[in-house]
């Protein structure tokens, strides 16, 4: 995406790419365990079912090297609320996500969602014109 840092053609990849490359993919499926999905489930079989990202922090430990073979580990660090925000009442959800190779760390990641129930619109009247 127009990076063109000459280490990427030399056989490094950027760590930023980590997430993408631990994705299930199209019509992939988490694991059963996995702890944010979830959590994701419990609250939308209790009526939350909106959600919103609302921040991402990633760190990135080292630059990767084509070949290499990553994995993930995610762990569910809260879930706050019910708070009242300005799109429904909801539940802030936050994972951190944590990338190797092999044993060692090269990406850490915390992200956080709001799930929440959106806030009924109040409906609005079609305005006539004389046109």
Not at 2 to 13: H, S
Not at 119 to 128: I, L, T
Request: with cysteine; net charge neutral; charged share 20%.
């Amino acid at each position: 995406m127009g990076n063109t840092d000459p280490r990427w053609k030399a056989g490094e990849a950027p760590p930023s790419m980590a997430q993408v490359w631990t994705m299930y993919g199209l019509g992939g499926k988490p694991p059963a365990d996995d702890p944010l999905h979830g959590m994701m489930g419990v609250l939308t079989e209790t009526g939350f079912t909106a959600v919103l990202g609302t921040n991402c922090e990633q760190e990135y430990h080292r630059t990767l090297k084509v070949g290499e073979q990553v994995r993930v580990t995610t762990a569910l660090d809260s879930v706050v609320g019910p708070k009242r925000t300005g799109m429904g009442i909801g539940y802030f959800v936050t994972s951190r996500n944590t990338w190797y190779v092999g044993d060692e760390v090269v990406a850490t990641m915390l992200f956080r969602v709001l799930k929440f129930i959106p806030r009924q619109r109040p409906s609005v009247e079609p305005v006539e014109t004389n046109a």
